[in-house]
């Protein structure tokens, strides 16, 4: 089935991807959304939820800015009642798929007011119509997109808006997400090197740094290096010293023997 | 212009999808990765998206002939190394070698009991005149002894010395 979008949904799209691209932290993601979400979808209170995997624990949410003091208050009994949420009720969790859930296709209006969820929370929130996106999940963390109106439901064609906007959000949760653990990881095996080999800063290395370096591991010297790479043995010299100096060493040889694996016995 | 369709992916916006793009701290990270895999470790490391899978560097990926393992295979595979040694052990990185003793090549010709002395000063970082100072012999003695000791270990630099003979990596 396809659907129409209207040349200003667009627009929104479009813009909405280009300042994704821009940004460069994980922080930035969730205000991103709201502004954007808020343009495309307009809502009385727009959630971006950060669950730990399996939703054992919310690690952080955001509202719109309209709702961001009542929000503190409720997260304790959002996290409590959230069992009582029609969707989740019905699928469980870990069944949840990437697609926006319509609250009002799981609950009418008359059971919704008694839900303690709804008493509870959304009540404070202007969530009587609802949609619900758990729209990605990466090895840390589930997302979920709540968009939260109290006087008229969400139509079909804002429904696929939502569902079109997910993928588009999606691919940048992971690169940040990516990013984001790529450094977390650089940094483990920094403090690693410093803790067994002595060698500091590791993570500071420039990519043609470490390359030589792992060269040089293998038993390579820097004119082996320069032959194999096609460039001159000074270019290879003047990084090697580089990466001495960012590893606050002295001398080549010092540098070298810092790298012998610290878990071997020889015996010659 | 077409509408987009249902489950418009980003590039049918004109934009590129930013998941395929690698940022500079993920290339890093596998030089980092390739560079402890050249010091003997074996890596796995958590996908960022799939938290089932971790993706294989250095030894493991030989040790595995492919580049990412499911939990329970690497789990199972970590259980059958009798001695391995973590460098770090934590959900997202799991970091191991196996113990293991560099020996001599039986066919290498016996080192003296001095040049085995060079030797041990040698792979501490010491220079040439430094290790002549600790022993108490004269520069060019010491530098005779660092050649028939590089004869012997048949190489030619430090760092072969050092991580091909007395390691054998």
């Known amino acids: 089935m396809s659907y129409e979008i209207r040349e200003t949904d667009f627009r929104v799209l479009r813009d909405f991807a280009h300042h994704l691209f821009l940004l460069s932290h994980w922080d930035e993601l969730s205000e991103c959304a709201l502004l954007y979400l808020n343009r495309l979808l307009p809502s009385d209170c727009i959630c971006w939820n950060e669950w730990t995997p399996a939703f054992a624990f919310l690690k952080h949410s955001q509202v719109s800015a309209s709702h961001d003091s009542t929000i503190r208050s409720l997260l304790p009994a959002l996290v409590e009642n959230l069992k ?152 290879l010299s003047r990084q090697l010293s580089t990466a001495r100096e960012k590893l606050q060493l002295d001398t080549n040889k010092e540098l070298l023997s810092t790298l012998r694996a610290p878990y071997f016995e020889t015996t010659v | 212009m077409d509408p987009p369709k249902q489950n418009a992916k980003p590039e ?70 009798p001695n391995k040694v973590f460098l770090h052990d934590s959900k997202q990185l799991i970091i191991w070698r196996e113990k293991a003793v560099a020996t001599s090549d039986a066919s290498e010709p016996k080192l003296t009991k001095r040049e085995i002395q060079v030797f041990d000063l040698l792979l501490a970082g010491q220079s040439v005149p430094a290790i002549a100072a600790e022993l108490g012999i004269s520069q060019r003695t010491a530098e005779k002894h660092v050649q028939n000791l590089y004869r012997k270990k048949g190489v030619k630099s430090y760092s072969e010395l050092l991580f091909k003979k007395a390691w054998g990596l």
């Open chain 2, 12 to 81: 049918i916006l004109g934009i590129p999808d930013a998941s395929e793009s690698l940022s500079i701290e993920t290339h890093r990270l596998n030089s980092l990765f390739a560079f402890l895999g050249q010091l003997g470790w074996s890596i796995a490391s958590l996908d960022s998206s799939e938290s089932s899978l971790y993706n294989l560097h250095g030894l493991a990926k030989q040790d595995f002939k492919q580049s990412t393992v499911g939990i329970p295979e690497l789990h199972s595979h970590l259980k059958q190394l």
């Open chain 1, 84 to 235: 009582y949420h029609p969707v989740i009720a019905e699928h469980g969790w870990q069944n949840l798929r990437d697609i926006p859930y319509q609250l009002s296709d799981y609950i009418d209006q008359g059971a919704l007011s008694e839900n303690p969820l709804y008493t509870e929370v959304y009540r404070h929130l202007e969530a009587r119509y609802q949609l619900a996106f758990p729209f990605c999940s990466t090895s840390t963390t589930e997302l979920f997109l709540i968009l939260n109106r109290g006087s008229h439901d969400f139509t079909a064609n804002e429904r696929h808006l939502l569902k079109t906007s997910g993928p588009l959000l999606a691919s940048h949760v992971h690169r940040l997400h990516r990013k984001e653990m790529a450094i977390r990881k650089a940094g483990i095996v920094a403090t690693i090197m410093e803790q067994n080999y002595g060698l500091l800063n590791v993570d500071k290395l420039s990519l043609g740094e470490l390359f030589l370096l792992k060269e040089l591991a293998a038993g390579q010297n820097v004119s082996d290096v320069a032959r194999h790479k096609k460039v001159r043995r000074d270019t």
